[in-house]
């Protein structure tokens, strides 16, 4: 038959329609959105003869495709997944997961109505930042603080408030670029500031800063370099030396910590400065986020000095980059954790970081001897694994940890790790050396029979 008459050939709409009309489960779905995805359907099928395939011309596959896209509009896009590549922030994954106190805190705004920007005790209007200043402040030493949406809308409110129209002072080697290639010149560029770049990519010294220092300057703005190393031959001013110099001219010294941290932390060999560490040495501002070693939702949290936060509160630009009331109870519930709580065993990022390797080992033969009892003819192996702390914080860490290789002869590991990710949760795992690796450090114990239970349908 030529292409064109199987092209005739294809059912129409109406006898489709007339095919599913008693068909319970497409039944539950609109008619309008039947009709939509059999079209899709059928405009699929064209495609493909036109192609020379002509597999899913049939009225019978027509529907199952049909089915298919309608189950799709019955399922969120953003929804739960299983970690097992080991990175415990992963961007692509939502980053920090939430403690059980942060996720009981959203699930009870969500149910209703809120304190959001009502003060109860008053009866009148009030502020959705009152709700965690505290909290960071006790946190931190801070004098005032202040929450935004994501770190780099923190890093740009400050520039727009304190140096717009004037100069920052910015050593050549912190001229970072986090995701999306968005870039610290980027940031300086739109909030009004002008970039004063000194010293050179691995050296930088005090004496460069103070010979930019004029007239025009506004502030001197150190970046961590949260994401990436300098190693060798390279060296910063100290934090003391920076704000001592910064203040002998009158100048505020502001720090975009990055991934930012609250408590003392040390992970794979590397540690990361405390903001409160930061502002003891005198710096007068330091932004962070809340979803990366804080563990909390996304969010930009400055925090300093009074003279400096005042005015960001009475900036134009908050309103458009202000905290959503879901992430601002999510990490209202991880700031009292660090208060009230075990931090270091609540918050699943903490525990994750501080894993002992005895009991990542364990997990990981439970998991083997899980998967070997419900599949046949699968290989299984315990081996240790390196992994990154990711979601550009901890650069030079490497995680030592456990995992479980997963292989069968009559199936490739590309083609077992798409089916790991086409489950109904989908499953993230890692291919190495021709096999599927489950890095056990970021699963919970229902994640260990999940998997087990997937790996036996896929079978």
């Given at each position: 038959m030529e292409i064109n008459d199987k092209l005739r050939s294809l059912p129409a709409i109406d006898s489709l329609l007339s095919a599913v009309a008693t068909d319970l489960e497409i039944k539950q779905y609109p008619r309008d959105l039947v009709i939509n995805c059999l079209r899709q359907a059928v405009t699929s099928v064209r495609d493909e003869l036109r192609k020379g395939d002509d597999s899913g011309a049939s009225p019978a596959a027509l529907i199952s495709q049909a089915r298919i896209l309608l189950k799709k509009h019955n399922q969120p896009s953003l929804r739960r997944v299983i970690n097992a590549t080991g990175v415990v922030l992963h961007t692509n994954l939502g980053r920090a997961p939430l403690s059980q106190r942060a996720r009981k805190c959203v699930t009870g705004i969500m149910e209703g109505y809120s304190t959001l920007e009502y003060n109860v005790a008053l009866g009148e209007r009030g502020s959705r930042y009152t709700h965690v200043e505290e909290?960071?402040?006790?946190?931190?030493?801070?004098?005032e603080a202040l929450v935004v949406n994501n770190n780099a809308a923190a890093v740009l409110l400050v520039l727009s408030a304190l140096a717009n129209g004037r100069e920052v002072i910015v050593s050549r080697g912190e001229?970072?670029?986090i995701g999306g290639s968005f870039r610290?010149?980027?940031v300086l560029r739109q909030s009004g500031a002008t970039l004063v770049e000194v010293g050179s990519t691995n050296k930088t010294h005090l004496s460069d800063y103070e010979q930019a220092i004029g007239p025009n300057t506004a502030a001197i703005l150190k970046v961590h370099t949260s994401?990436?190393?300098i190693i060798g031959f390279a060296s910063q001013p100290s934090?003391?030396?920076?704000?001592?110099?910064a203040h002998k001219h009158s100048l505020p010294v502001i720090e975009d910590l990055g991934s930012g941290t609250i408590l003392p932390l040390t992970a794979g060999g590397q540690s990361e400065p405390t903001a409160a560490q930061r502002l003891q040495m005198g710096f007068d501002v330091v932004t962070f986020s809340g979803d990366k070693l804080l563990g909390a939702s996304q969010a930009g949290i400055i925090a300093g000095k009074r003279k400096y936060i005042?005015?960001?509160?009475?900036?134009?630009?908050?309103r458009a980059i202000?905290?959503?009331?879901l992430s601002l109870a999510a990490l209202e519930g991880t700031l009292m954790e660090y208060i009230v709580g075990e931090p270091t065993q609540d918050i699943p990022v903490l525990a994750m970081l501080h894993s002992d390797n005895s009991i990542l080992k364990e997990r990981a033969n439970y998991l083997k001897e899980l998967i070997l009892e419900q599949n046949t003819g699968v290989i299984a192996e315990v081996i240790t694994l390196n992994s990154p702390a990711g979601g550009g914080a901890l650069p030079a860490?490497?995680?030592?940890?456990?995992?479980?290789?997963v292989n069968r002869q009559d199936m490739s590991a590309t083609h077992l790790e798409n089916c790991l990710r086409q489950q109904a949760i989908p499953i993230v795992a890692r291919i190495q050396e021709g096999k599927v690796i489950f890095d056990v450090r970021c699963l919970l114990e229902q994640d260990l029979a999940d998997i087990a239970s997937a790996l036996s349908r896929i079978f």
């Open positions: 909290q960071i402040c006790r946190l931190t030493g801070a004098e001229l970072v670029e610290i010149p980027d994401n990436y190393c934090g003391v030396e920076l704000a001592a110099l005042g005015p960001l509160k009475k900036h134009p630009l908050l202000r905290i959503d009331k860490a490497v995680l030592t940890g456990y995992g479980v290789t």
